[in-house]
């Protein structure tokens, strides 16, 4: 009798103790899935009592579930669009808190034997909605160039659209992948391809040099080409939460644009915002 009384006390305890755990879900950007996990697991692991839920699905998907009420916090590697928060205005009243905690130099992807070290925007864009098709075009070799890309819930699809397409269509045989990592693997696999995203992703592929124009310097995605404004496709990372966060949110939050937080943007190939 002693024994079953016994387990039933650790099993409440057990029980009080899961109940009283801060669960944080945290929902979006594939280009923040790395970062948002080591930022989980370092706080996590200095923090006890505190459960973060990191998945990815794209800025769009992590927005979407903002305005639903699904998740705490989305990650976004593009500002919010005015329709978006007037549609959780619609719902919670609010426009949402945003808050930026790292910054991205949005890197082209190239195979490491493409002999092309640098592309101007013009080159980029019009690479990607079609105009331009050989790489001989661009100072390469003669082979088509095999155009790769992300989804168009991907945040880093509508930024590239927008600042380096300028609101034009991608071309009709880009290949969209569902994450940076299967563009990165994509690019790995074929040296006739290009791709695109976030600068730590880049594994096993090469990066191009960027130029706003044809007449001006290239500069490829360092973090001192980012800071002093060089490299032209830089962009910051983003934190949007419904309202102004408190307590373990807040806490959280604060953390990641403290000293330690800021050093793992570091680590992971991102660039700190402070």
């Not at 864009?125 to 991907?154: F, L, Q």
């Amino acid at each position: 009798m002693k024994k079953i009384i016994f387990a039933v006390v650790i099993m409440a305890a057990a029980f009080g103790f899961y109940m009283q755990s801060k669960v944080i879900t945290v929902k979006g950007s594939d280009t923040m899935v790395i970062v948002a996990q080591r930022w989980a697991e370092k706080y996590m692991s200095e923090k006890s009592g505190i459960t973060i839920q990191v998945t990815g699905g794209g800025s769009g998907t992590g927005i979407a579930a903002l305005i639903n009420g699904t998740t705490d916090i989305c990650n976004a590697s593009r500002p919010m669009k005015p329709s978006e928060r007037e549609k959780l205005k619609q719902r919670f009243n609010t426009l949402g808190v945003e808050v930026k905690v790292a910054k991205d130099g949005l890197s082209v992807y190239l195979n490491e034997v493409n002999q092309v070290k640098e592309l101007s925007l013009q080159q980029i864009k019009d690479i990607y909605t079609g105009k331009v098709t050989n790489w001989k075009e661009v100072g390469g070799k003669d082979s088509r160039i095999i155009v790769y890309g992300r989804e168009n819930s991907s945040g880093t699809y509508v930024y590239f659209k927008d600042n380096v397409l300028n609101g034009a269509d991608y071309t009709a045989t880009m290949q969209s992948l569902p994450g940076t990592a299967a563009v990165v693997n994509a690019v790995v696999k074929d040296k006739n391809a290009i791709g695109f995203g976030g600068a730590a992703y880049a594994k096993g592929i090469k990066f191009t040099a960027v130029k706003k124009d044809a007449n001006s310097p290239a500069f490829l995605p360092t973090e001192e080409n980012i800071k002093n404004g060089n490299y032209p496709i830089a962009r910051y990372l983003y934190l949007y939460l419904r309202n102004k966060p408190t307590g373990e949110i807040k806490e959280y939050v604060d953390w990641i644009l403290s000293k330690e937080g800021q050093e793992i943007v570091s680590k992971v190939g991102y660039f700190p915002v402070k």
